[in-house]
């Protein structure tokens, strides 16, 4: 089963992004072993995360949207992240909510 990379529809205000430094990751993998259908690692052993249609985003800076069923996998990966360089943020204000500099 796959999960649809979808805007939670609760309200534009409740939408929440995830992006992945790759300055500070540490190719651990955490994150894609969390949430597979977000995170992936790359050939050069660092994660990034990846587009509704499974296209890896290697820009940097490269965000996606968190699919509702998936917040909880998304934060956890943040939250245990070694590289501390996982950032969940509200896409109506770009504040982030989750990650290294949740405030």
Not at 69 to 89: F, M, N, Q, W, Y
């Amino acid at each position: 089963m796959t999960v649809q990379h979808e805007v939670p529809t609760a309200g534009a205000a409740d939408a929440l992004e995830v992006w992945i430094d790759q300055d500070l990751c540490t190719g651990d993998g955490i994150c894609a072993q969390y949430a597979p259908e977000v995170f992936e690692l790359d050939i050069d052993g660092l994660a990034y995360v990846k587009s509704a249609d499974d296209e890896l985003l290697q820009a940097p800076g490269a965000t996606t949207p968190v699919p509702l069923p998936l917040l909880t996998d998304v934060v956890d990966s943040a939250k245990e992240c070694p590289g501390d360089c996982i950032h969940v943020r509200r896409v109506s204000d770009r504040v982030e909510v989750y990650g290294p500099d949740a405030q």
